[in-house]
Nanobody, 124 residues
């Protein structure tokens, strides 16, 4: 079992920054790939980034590449999503997720553990 708890969401103006955190616990989470997804009102859940916990290797969606940075802190068992140059279209509930195996995948059904989500709102 893996437990995930997100934090760090909030309201920010366009062009600003936020950093999300996802604290992970569980016996084997360090062998997982972690992902960030987001879901805006009335839209399907969207892949943001995947990161292999063991190596830190990342894969970003085109929508956020160059603006968002995923990282992890092994000592704190925490995954981060640094979000810069935020746009109103980044407004969504952001979810942290985990999957078994080393593949960096973008499909949400591949991820079996999910956090509760944290709201990010970007005003224009």
């Amino acid at each position: 079992q893996v437990q995930l708890v997100e934090s760090g969401g909030g309201l920010v103006q366009a062009g600003g920054s936020l950093r999300l955190s996802c604290t992970a616990s569980g016996r084997t989470f360090r062998s997982h790939v972690m992902g960030w997804f987001r879901q805006a009102p009335g839209k399907e859940r969207e892949f943001v980034v995947a990161i292999r916990w063991s190596s830190g290797t990342t894969y970003y969606s085109e929508a956020v590449k160059g603006r968002f940075t995923a990282s992890r802190d092994n000592a704190k068992n925490t995954l981060y999503l640094q979000m810069d140059i935020l746009k109103p279209e980044d407004t969504a509930v952001y979810y942290c997720a985990a999957k078994m195996g080393p593949e960096l995948v973008t499909t949400d059904y591949s991820y079996i553990y999910w956090g509760q989500g944290t709201q990010v709102t970007v005003s224009s």
